[in-house]
């Protein structure tokens, strides 16, 4: 870095000599050096900045490449799913229409209650069946 600050300087003593003027005092010089010097500081440290940020950046990308890409396989795979699913269920219509018969009772068991039990549970023989059961041996 002290190398581009002397180029800095040189050029800045030289600028000032081809314009005729009178070459600057020391302090003026200093002053020219200090300023060049802050100047590429803040030039350095916004590259590493822009770097940081830059990096950053590629991270995302990659976790949202990673994210894409699974997102496109479920996609693939559910649109399969759906595909299976609704060629089943044309087969099943077309197959449900050729037997009356069949889609009259498909339809009651549609229609009828989910949790309705369609008959009464019976009552065992004995009440107090699991202390009166046999040992095993």
Do not use: H
């Amino acid at each position: 870095m002290s190398c581009w600050v002397r180029g800095v300087v040189v050029l800045l003593v030289l600028a000032g000599v081809c314009y005729g003027q009178d070459a600057p005092n020391p302090e003026q010089l200093k002053k020219m050096y200090d300023d060049a010097l802050a100047q590429l500081k803040a030039a350095q440290d916004r590259k590493n900045e822009l770097a940081a940020e830059n990096e950053k950046l590629q991270k995302q990308l990659t976790i949202m490449e990673a994210q894409l890409e699974s997102l496109q396989r479920d996609a693939a795979t559910q649109a399969s799913k759906t595909f299976f699913l609704r060629s089943y269920y044309a087969s099943w219509q077309r197959f449900i229409d050729r037997y009356p018969d069949l889609k009259v009772r498909w339809e009651a068991f549609l229609n009828a209650d989910v949790l309705s039990v369609p008959y009464s549970v019976p009552m065992p023989e004995d009440a107090n069946w699991p202390s009166t059961a046999p040992a095993l041996n």
